[in-house]
């Protein structure tokens, strides 16, 4: 039986940048009716993005418009950088309509805008509340060592006071 294999690629918007992909590659093996899935990752230890391994990348926006295109016109793609790519990617919004003169949704970004805002105020809320508990944490582990040293000395008196009752 004839085996046959053929491979593709993922576009960079698909990578998963959670686990330092940088690449994937889909290999269908049409005998065995399967599509193996391989991913190509750099290992790291850290789970932050690394963002030296995604450099900008073409978005979602064309660099030319239609008119443009047919008369003939050339231009590079417009580059965005990847986690912007990837956040529209796992939105709707990746994909939308603009107009031809690429006027923007003013209400739509007035909105985001606004969405930001909140979400930083919650960021910086949540950080106020770390900031405390840390400050509570370490207080409490200041007063714990300085109890251990009480119990220290409170057991050394114990003793004493045993070895001066054994004796009398």
Same mark, same amino acid.
């Given at each position: 039986?004839?085996?046959?294999?053929?491979?593709?690629?993922?576009?960079?918007?698909?990578?998963?940048?959670?686990?330092? &992909?940088?690449?994937?590659?889909?290999?269908?093996?049409?005998? *065995? *009716?399967?599509?193996?899935?391989?991913?190509?990752?750099?290992?790291?230890?850290? *789970?932050?993005?690394?963002?030296?391994?995604?450099?900008?990348?073409?978005?979602?926006?064309?660099?030319?418009?239609?008119?443009?295109?047919?008369?003939?016109?050339?231009?590079?793609?417009?580059?965005?950088?990847?986690?912007?790519?990837?956040?529209?990617?796992?939105?709707?919004?990746?994909?939308?309509?603009?107009?031809?003169?690429?006027?923007?949704?003013?209400?739509?970004?007035?909105?985001?805008?606004? &969405?930001?805002?909140?979400? *930083?105020?919650?960021?910086?809320?949540?950080?106020?509340?770390?900031?405390?508990?840390?400050?509570?944490?370490?207080?409490?582990?200041?007063?714990?060592?300085?109890?251990?040293?009480?119990?220290?000395?409170?057991? &050394?008196?114990?003793?004493?006071?045993?070895?001066?009752?054994?004796?009398?």
């Amino acid at each position: 039986a004839e085996v046959s294999t053929q491979s593709t690629g993922m576009p960079k918007r698909g990578l998963d940048s959670s686990i330092n &992909e940088i690449a994937r590659a889909y290999k269908l093996n049409v005998a *065995k *009716k399967l599509v193996n899935v391989i991913p190509l990752k750099v290992p790291r230890q850290s *789970k932050m993005f690394a963002d030296d391994l995604y450099m900008d990348t073409a978005g979602y926006v064309p660099a030319l418009t239609a008119q443009q295109f047919i008369d003939g016109e050339n231009s590079l793609p417009k580059l965005v950088p990847f986690l912007e790519l990837q956040a529209a990617s796992s939105t709707s919004k990746g994909f939308s309509a603009t107009t031809v003169n690429g006027a923007d949704n003013s209400k739509e970004l007035a909105a985001l805008k606004a &969405e930001i805002s909140a979400l *930083k105020n919650t960021v910086n809320e949540k950080l106020t509340v770390i900031e405390n508990k840390t400050a509570k944490i370490e207080e409490l582990q200041a007063e714990n060592a300085r109890l251990s040293e009480e119990l220290s000395q409170a057991q &050394e008196e114990i003793v004493e006071l045993q070895k001066n009752g054994m004796e009398e």
